[in-house]
Structure formats: structure tokens, C-alpha cells
């Protein structure tokens, strides 16, 4: 069997912008001439590219999970409080957190599959519980402090033998990006994609699709305490933590082509859509463009993405860069991914 | 369009029901739903010795409807396309401040203020439907890319509020009769309008035609494109009108005074309320209504009862999500039965 490594659909275009992106930086910023520079960069989109990674399983189910920025912010400010500068609690802490997301998860699943709502509905009611309950907790001022250990996978960096120092943060998200593009080529994650597809030939053709939605919330909330967790070790407490980034998360997965509805995208682009994201506003940063300009640069730059990859092959043969002749024999293409 | 469709509904035997739940639409529910709520918030501001529905708390729940339920009529028709917007919140606050700058404290020029305010949310809204439709943007990316944009615009040119509202023109926002605020009844006004207009027209009907099946409705022969585009200028202007009332309300305009409601999920979440579908083609007005009402008085109940006011976050969204599931219920027990109403 001849196994030929070949893109995703989708894949492409975000992996060029990204490519540009850098190139831009490179020119830019004196900082991005060496590879620390980069891994800064890395380190800093790791929090949105795993809450990215956990809004694709979602979204490629066909579904929307808008909780995972309260959710950030509760893990946070949980941790702080609980913590409270005590080095010994750090352990069950960070466990109570992941426990916390994994449970936040299981609602929004539960009541997507179970009650029939609308994830969608679903999960912006668990938004507003969920900031309305970390406030009426905390009083409106998170209190407490991390601890040291806690903020390690954050800040943090390990050596390693070949590279030298990488941060925590680096090796977690590769660690976890592996693992999704691993589980995405397994049977559950093409599963996952064919509910998104076609929930009902999934299951007619015997699938579970309640149990396999379930498991796309799950993990999105699993993941989005595992960016809680680095997140506050890098921003440290406060309440707006997770403000907007469940819009952010859900832009970065359709940055990487991936469908809205489901069906169609990967787990590796979506990731590089937030890799993306990041890169563009470091380059705004860079290019001194004010803050209040970034989001409207954002809202310009995600609707010609969006608007490129549905026109996407009209458009692409009235350009005739790639003319007909996608099933005849392609030259050898180099094997990236 | 119909990104937010989701088969939610699987096909399961379920008891069949009374044949007395027919008249039970979601409409009757959301009503039923308010009046109970009215009924146990009076109890329980009646402990208290207050009195909930006294012409200062009719007040109040009215006007606290008010400017949600003018954006909630925009998003409603939107919705029942399968569309919807998430750039309202932000073109409220953007048309409050172009009313409040183009007035400047002159009466003359209320009318040309007014007018303005309501093309450029008119041309939000047309820009809207035209990313949706010719670009063919998923709704939810190209509103959210809108809304970007227009913060971006917001956060670069004023840093607080700005503009002047004549004394005349704060008439709109705070006159009224008995205790009810004449905004009040120029928003039901706009509420009766649009319920005539998608229940008792053409192209009303031809939105649910859209929402239900939009490839049905194409091969109809419905001009899908225009009929998307109508329902989003049509959802910018009923934001720009609340901006306007707001503008007369503050005084002057305010950048974030859409974005600080938080009325772009809000008011879906009201529509969602109100018994409309969010993947569009079936529900209406007169729900929306019901929902921002419930919505309205769950606030004025809280703040009688002093209750933390974070607490009515976490139960907007259990009303939200129960209400919703619901909903779901009652439709996939229709669907068993094969009817589709």
C-alpha cells in the first residue's frame, strides 16, 4: 500500500496565509529572526489553539459550543481561589479544574442530545450561568493567588535535549494536537465528522450519534480548562480572562477552513487558523496599527476567508490557477502537512 | 444559510398526546409563562410589603422592553430566514452616536438626524445580507465580521459619549401615558407592523418560505437572495431605531451602550425565547414579544427582591435552555405524529 501524505480539504489556503504571516513577521520584527522569537509566538497562541482544537471537535460535529470563554474564566478564578498561594494545593486543584471542564462539557452535552436544544442555545445558556455564577462567587474581584507550580505550565519552559528551552505551554499543545490529529484519522473522529455531515445516515447506518456528540462537548470542555489552566499561569487572575474567546476560537477554526455545520475540515487546520489569528495580531502589533484597528482587521480578514473557501472553487477556476485537471495525474507535490 | 440547523431531532416513539395541545403553540406557552411569572414575582415582592405591578414597576418592565424588544423584532425576522445577526449590539451603539452627533442640540435637525442614523444602519444591514448572499459567508461569521469592523470603528474614534440630544427629541424617551412610556407603544407599534407584515404579506411569507427550506424556496422560484437581504436591512434598521431611542434616552450617544446589554445574544436569546426556531422558517413576532417581556419582568422581579444582580444571569440561562427544551419536546412529539406545524 502506498501511503501518499496529502492535505485536508481546506487545509491549504490557511497553511499560505500562515506562511505569509510569518514571512511578515520576519520582515518586521527584529525578534523573529531566531527561532526563540518563535516560540514565544507559539507559546503565546497556545491557550487559543487548544480552545481552538476543542471548538473543532464541536463545530465539525455540526454544533457550536459558545461557553468555553466563561468556562476559561471560571477554571481561572477557581484556581485562584482554591490555591489561594498554598504550593500543596496546586495538584488536586489542577485536577478539580480539568474535572470542572470535563463536567461543563457533559451538560452542554447532555442537554444538546438529551433535551434536543439547539447547542447553540445550549451553551450561551451555559455562558450566562456560568459568568453569573463565577461573579456571584467572587463578588465581582476574583480573589487568591496561584500558585507557583500552577503557573509554571504557563510561564514555565523545560529543557529538552535537542532544542533547549521550550515552554510547557509548547509541549502541551503539541502533546494534545498530536493526539487530536491522531484520534481525528481514527474510527470515532471520521465518525465524528460524518455526524456533522449526515447525522441521519450515521444513524441509520447503526453510529452512535448521541454518544459521539457527547463526546465532541466533552472534549471541548476539557480542552478549554486546559487553556484555563495555562492561561492563568500566563495572564495571571482576573475576571476577563476568558472575554471573547469563544468568538476568537470559533474565528480560528473557520480561519482553517473548517465548515460552520460540520462535515468538512481538520483538526490540524483549525489549529493553524489560531496559530494564524495570533501571528496577524502580532504583526498589527509589530506594524504599530492601534488595538482599536486589530478588530476590524479581524472582521475584514474573517469574512474574505470565510467568503474564499465557500466561493472557493468558482472563483478558483475563473482564476484558472488550478485549471481542471484535479482527477487527472498531479505532478509531485512536496509532502507537507 | 442553514448553518445552525441541527437534526436535533431524531425519530422516537413517544405517547401520543391530547389532541387539547394543538392550540398549546409556543406563542400561548410564552404568554402563559409570563403571566404565571407576573403572578409569583407579585408573591414574592408582595412578602417584601412592595408592590410589584405599581405604575413605577410597570414602568420599568416596559422600559427595560423596550430597546430589546425593537432589536429582538429586527433579529426575529432574520432568524425566521435562518440567518442572524451578531453585529446589532454594536450598530445600536453606532447609530445612537451618529443620531446624538448629527442633532448636536439643534431641533432642527431631529429629522435629518433620525434619517441618517437609519441609512447607515439600512447600509449596515445591506452590507450584511450582501457578504451572506453574494460572498455566501456563513451568517454567523460574516455578522461576527461586521460587528468587528464596526467595533473597530467605535474603539478608534470616540472614547466615550459624544453628540448632544435636543430637550425636544428626550420627549421619545421618557414622556408617557399613565405609566406607560410612549416608546413603549411606538415599540409595539413597530411589533404589530412586522407581525402584519410576515403573517399578512407576500414577502413576509416568503421569509418562512426562505427559513423552512431555502433550496425548496430557490426552486420555488423565490428570489432568495433579495428576500435574505430584505430580512437583514430590516433587522439594522429596527437596531438603528433602537439606537435612536436610546440616544433620546441618554441624551446623547454612547459607543457601548449596545455592547454593554450585551443585545446581540440577548435578543436571541429573547426570539429563541419567544418560540422561534433558530434554524429558522417557523415561529414570529408576537413570541418575541412575550419572550422579551418575560425577560424584562425577570429583571424588574430581581431588583425588587435586591437579589445579586450576577444572579440573573445564571437564571436567564436556565430559562433560556428550559424553555428551549421544551420547545424541542413538544416538536419532535408533532414530528412523530407526521404533522408539521
Same mark, same amino acid.
Given at each position: 500500500?502506498?501511503?501518499?501524505?496529502?492535505?485536508?480539504?481546506?487545509?491549504?489556503?490557511?497553511?499560505?496565509?500562515?506562511?505569509?504571516?510569518?514571512?511578515?513577521?520576519?520582515?518586521?520584527?527584529?525578534?523573529?529572526?531566531?527561532?526563540?522569537?518563535?516560540?514565544?509566538?507559539?507559546?503565546?497562541?497556545?491557550?487559543?489553539?487548544?480552545?481552538?482544537?476543542?471548538?473543532?471537535?464541536?463545530?465539525?460535529?455540526?454544533?457550536?459550543?459558545?461557553?468555553?470563554?466563561?468556562?476559561?474564566?471560571?477554571?481561572?478564578?477557581?484556581?485562584?481561589?482554591?490555591?489561594?498561594?498554598?504550593?500543596?494545593?496546586?495538584?488536586?486543584?489542577?485536577?478539580?479544574?480539568?474535572?470542572?471542564?470535563?463536567?461543563?462539557?457533559?451538560?452542554?452535552?447532555?442537554?444538546?442530545?438529551?433535551?434536543?436544544?439547539?447547542?447553540?442555545?445550549?451553551?450561551?445558556?451555559?455562558?450566562?450561568?456560568?459568568?453569573?455564577?463565577?461573579?456571584?462567587?467572587?463578588?465581582?474581584?476574583?480573589?487568591?493567588?496561584?500558585?507557583?507550580?500552577?503557573?509554571?505550565?504557563?510561564?514555565?519552559?523545560?529543557?529538552?535535549?535537542?532544542?533547549?528551552?521550550?515552554?510547557?505551554? +509548547? =509541549?502541551?499543545? *503539541?502533546?494534545?494536537? !498530536? /493526539? &487530536?490529529? #491522531?484520534?481525528?484519522?481514527?474510527?470515532?473522529?471520521? %465518525?465524528? @465528522?460524518?455526524?456533522?455531515?449526515?447525522?441521519?445516515?450515521?444513524?441509520?447506518?447503526?453510529?452512535?450519534?448521541?454518544?459521539?456528540?457527547?463526546?465532541?462537548? +466533552? =472534549?471541548?470542555? *476539557?480542552?478549554?480548562? !486546559? /487553556? &484555563?489552566? #495555562?492561561?492563568?499561569?500566563?495572564?495571571?487572575?482576573? %475576571?476577563? @480572562?476568558?472575554?471573547?474567546?469563544?468568538?476568537?476560537?470559533?474565528?480560528?477554526?473557520?480561519?482553517?477552513?473548517?465548515?460552520?455545520?460540520?462535515?468538512?475540515?481538520?483538526?490540524?487546520?483549525?489549529?493553524?487558523?489560531?496559530?494564524?489569528?495570533?501571528?496577524?495580531?502580532?504583526?498589527?502589533?509589530?506594524?504599530? @496599527?492601534?488595538?482599536?484597528?486589530?478588530?476590524?482587521?479581524?472582521?475584514?480578514?474573517?469574512?474574505?476567508?470565510?467568503?474564499?473557501?465557500?466561493?472557493?472553487?468558482?472563483?478558483?477556476?475563473?482564476?484558472?490557477?488550478?485549471?481542471?485537471?484535479?482527477?487527472?495525474?498531479?505532478?509531485?507535490?512536496?509532502?507537507?502537512? | 444559510?442553514?448553518?445552525?440547523?441541527?437534526?436535533?431531532?431524531?425519530?422516537?416513539?413517544?405517547?401520543?398526546?391530547?389532541?387539547?395541545?394543538?392550540?398549546?403553540?409556543?406563542?400561548?406557552?410564552?404568554?402563559?409563562?409570563?403571566?404565571?411569572?407576573?403572578?409569583?414575582?407579585?408573591?414574592?415582592?408582595?412578602?417584601?410589603?412592595?408592590?410589584?405591578?405599581?405604575?413605577?414597576?410597570?414602568?420599568?418592565?416596559?422600559?427595560?422592553?423596550?430597546?430589546?424588544?425593537?432589536?429582538?423584532?429586527?433579529?426575529?425576522?432574520?432568524?425566521?430566514?435562518?440567518?442572524?445577526?451578531?453585529?446589532?449590539?454594536?450598530?445600536?451603539?453606532?447609530?445612537?452616536?451618529?443620531?446624538?452627533?448629527?442633532?448636536?442640540?439643534?431641533?432642527?435637525?431631529?429629522?435629518?438626524?433620525?434619517?441618517?442614523?437609519?441609512?447607515?444602519?439600512?447600509?449596515?444591514?445591506?452590507?450584511?445580507?450582501?457578504?451572506?448572499?453574494?460572498?455566501?459567508?456563513?451568517?454567523?461569521?460574516?455578522?461576527?465580521?461586521?460587528?468587528?469592523?464596526?467595533?473597530?470603528?467605535?474603539?478608534?474614534?470616540?472614547?466615550?459619549?459624544?453628540?448632544?440630544?435636543?430637550?425636544?427629541?428626550?420627549?421619545?424617551?421618557?414622556?408617557?401615558?399613565?405609566?406607560?412610556?410612549?416608546?413603549?407603544?411606538?415599540?409595539?407599534?413597530?411589533?404589530?407592523?412586522?407581525?402584519?407584515?410576515?403573517?399578512?404579506?407576500?414577502?413576509?411569507?416568503?421569509?418562512?418560505?426562505?427559513?423552512?427550506?431555502?433550496?425548496?424556496?430557490?426552486?420555488?422560484?423565490?428570489?432568495?437572495?433579495?428576500?435574505?437581504?430584505?430580512?437583514?436591512?430590516?433587522?439594522?434598521?429596527?437596531?438603528?431605531?433602537?439606537?435612536?431611542?436610546?440616544?433620546?434616552?441618554?441624551?446623547?450617544?454612547?459607543?457601548?451602550?449596545?455592547?454593554?446589554?450585551?443585545?446581540?445574544?440577548?435578543?436571541?436569546?429573547?426570539?429563541?425565547?419567544?418560540?422561534?426556531?433558530?434554524?429558522?422558517?417557523?415561529?414570529?413576532?408576537?413570541?418575541?414579544?412575550?419572550?422579551?417581556?418575560?425577560?424584562?419582568?425577570?429583571?424588574?422581579?430581581?431588583?425588587?427582591?435586591?437579589?445579586?444582580?450576577?444572579?440573573?444571569?445564571?437564571?436567564?440561562?436556565?430559562?433560556?435552555?428550559?424553555?428551549?427544551?421544551?420547545?424541542?419536546?413538544?416538536?419532535?412529539?408533532?414530528?412523530?405524529?407526521?404533522?408539521?406545524?
Amino acid at each position: 500500500m502506498t501511503w501518499r501524505p496529502r492535505l485536508a480539504e481546506g487545509t491549504a489556503p490557511v497553511l499560505v496565509v500562515l506562511l505569509l504571516l510569518l514571512i511578515g513577521l520576519a520582515i518586521a520584527g527584529p525578534a523573529y529572526d531566531e527561532p526563540s522569537g518563535y516560540l514565544a509566538l507559539l507559546k503565546r497562541a497556545a491557550p487559543l489553539m487548544i480552545l481552538a482544537i476543542g471548538q473543532y471537535f464541536v463545530i465539525v460535529s455540526g454544533g457550536f459550543d459558545l461557553s468555553v470563554g466563561a468556562l476559561v474564566t471560571a477554571g481561572v478564578v477557581i484556581a485562584a481561589r482554591l490555591i489561594d498561594g498554598s504550593e500543596s494545593a496546586t495538584a488536586w486543584v489542577i485536577l478539580l479544574v480539568l474535572g470542572f471542564g470535563l463536567l461543563v462539557g457533559l451538560v452542554n452535552g447532555l442537554v444538546t442530545t438529551k433535551l434536543l436544544v439547539p447547542s447553540f442555545i445550549v451553551t450561551l445558556g451555559m455562558l450566562l450561568v456560568l459568568d453569573g455564577a463565577i461573579f456571584l462567587w467572587t463578588g465581582g474581584a476574583p480573589r487568591g493567588a496561584l500558585s507557583a507550580g500552577f503557573r509554571m505550565f504557563g510561564r514555565g519552559a523545560v529543557d529538552v535535549p535537542v532544542l533547549g528551552e521550550v515552554p510547557w505551554s +509548547v =509541549l502541551i499543545l *503539541l502533546a494534545i494536537l !498530536v /493526539a &487530536a490529529a #491522531l484520534f481525528m484519522r481514527g474510527g470515532t473522529g471520521r %465518525a465524528l @465528522v460524518a455526524v456533522g455531515d449526515n447525522e441521519a445516515a450515521v444513524r441509520l447506518s447503526g453510529g452512535q450519534v448521541d454518544r459521539l456528540r457527547l463526546l465532541a462537548f +466533552v =472534549l471541548s470542555g *476539557l480542552l478549554a480548562a !486546559v /487553556a &484555563a489552566i #495555562l492561561l492563568g499561569g500566563f495572564a495571571g487572575v482576573s %475576571a476577563q @480572562v476568558g472575554n471573547g474567546l469563544e468568538f476568537r476560537a470559533i474565528t480560528a477554526v473557520v480561519l482553517g477552513g473548517v465548515l460552520l455545520g460540520g462535515g468538512r475540515g481538520s483538526v490540524v487546520a483549525a489549529a493553524a487558523g489560531a496559530l494564524s489569528l495570533e501571528a496577524l495580531f502580532t504583526l498589527l502589533n509589530l506594524l504599530g @496599527v492601534s488595538g482599536a484597528l486589530e478588530s476590524a482587521v479581524q472582521g475584514v480578514i474573517i469574512i474574505v476567508a470565510v467568503a474564499y473557501a465557500s466561493l472557493g472553487s468558482g472563483v478558483r477556476q475563473r482564476l484558472r490557477l488550478w485549471p481542471k485537471q484535479r482527477n487527472v495525474a498531479r505532478p509531485a507535490q512536496p509532502a507537507s502537512s | 444559510m442553514s448553518t445552525l440547523q441541527e437534526n436535533t431531532l431524531p425519530v422516537r416513539q413517544q405517547a401520543t398526546r391530547p389532541a387539547a395541545q394543538r392550540w398549546l403553540t409556543p406563542v400561548v406557552i410564552v404568554y402563559i409563562a409570563l403571566v404565571a411569572l407576573l403572578v409569583v414575582g407579585s408573591v414574592l415582592v408582595g412578602l417584601r410589603g412592595e408592590v410589584l405591578l405599581d405604575q413605577g414597576g410597570i414602568l420599568n418592565i416596559l422600559t427595560r422592553a423596550t430597546a430589546l424588544g425593537l432589536v429582538a423584532i429586527g433579529q426575529t425576522m432574520v432568524i425566521l430566514t435562518g440567518s442572524l445577526d451578531l453585529s446589532v449590539a454594536y450598530l445600536v451603539g453606532l447609530t445612537s452616536l451618529i443620531a446624538a452627533e448629527t442633532m448636536a442640540g439643534r431641533d432642527g435637525m431631529v429629522v435629518p438626524g433620525v434619517l441618517l442614523a437609519l441609512a447607515v444602519a439600512a447600509g449596515v444591514g445591506l452590507v450584511n445580507g450582501l457578504v451572506i448572499t453574494v460572498l455566501k459567508a456563513n451568517a454567523f461569521i460574516a455578522t461576527l465580521g461586521v460587528a468587528l469592523i464596526l467595533r473597530g470603528y467605535l474603539e478608534e474614534n470616540y472614547t466615550g459619549p459624544a453628540g448632544d440630544v435636543p430637550r425636544g427629541f428626550q420627549h421619545l424617551g421618557y414622556d408617557r401615558i399613565g405609566p406607560v412610556p410612549v416608546a413603549a407603544l411606538l415599540m409595539l407599534a413597530v411589533a404589530v407592523l412586522s407581525w402584519w407584515y410576515l403573517s399578512r404579506t407576500r414577502s413576509g411569507y416568503h421569509m418562512y418560505a426562505v427559513g423552512g427550506d431555502i433550496e425548496v424556496a430557490r426552486l420555488s422560484g423565490l428570489p432568495t437572495r433579495r428576500i435574505i437581504v430584505t430580512a437583514h436591512v430590516l433587522c439594522s434598521v429596527a437596531a438603528g431605531l433602537t439606537g435612536i431611542y436610546l440616544a433620546s434616552r441618554l441624551g446623547s450617544g454612547a459607543p457601548y451602550v449596545g455592547t454593554d446589554a450585551g443585545y446581540d445574544l440577548e435578543s436571541i436569546a429573547a426570539v429563541v425565547l419567544g418560540g422561534t426556531l433558530l434554524a429558522g422558517g417557523r415561529g414570529g413576532v408576537a413570541g418575541t414579544i412575550g419572550g422579551v417581556l418575560i425577560l424584562a419582568t425577570l429583571d424588574t422581579i430581581f431588583d425588587d427582591l435586591e437579589v445579586d444582580p450576577f444572579f440573573k444571569d445564571v437564571v436567564r440561562g436556565v430559562v433560556l435552555v428550559t424553555a428551549v427544551a421544551l420547545y424541542a419536546r413538544r416538536m419532535s412529539a408533532n414530528r412523530t405524529r407526521g404533522r408539521l406545524t
